[in-house]
């Protein structure tokens, strides 16, 4: 099942999508590195963690 058409006709544009992204690094005092990213399009959230060890 290809959804590809439906979300063309759900989120039409001209490719400009990519270019509002805004990706931010922010370091924090203990160590902690937050990376985010603002897309104006969509209304969620997701985290991932990345552990620099071994």
Do not use: C, Q, Y
Not at 4 to 28: H, I, N, Q
Request: hydrophobic letters at 35%.
């Amino acid at each position: 099942m290809n959804k590809t058409p439906s979300l063309r006709r759900r989120f039409p544009g001209d490719g400009t999508a990519e270019k509002s992204t805004a990706v931010r690094r922010t370091d924090l005092p203990g160590g902690l590195r937050v990376v985010t990213e603002h897309i104006p399009h969509v209304h969620s959230a997701s985290v991932g963690l990345w552990v620099n060890v071994g």
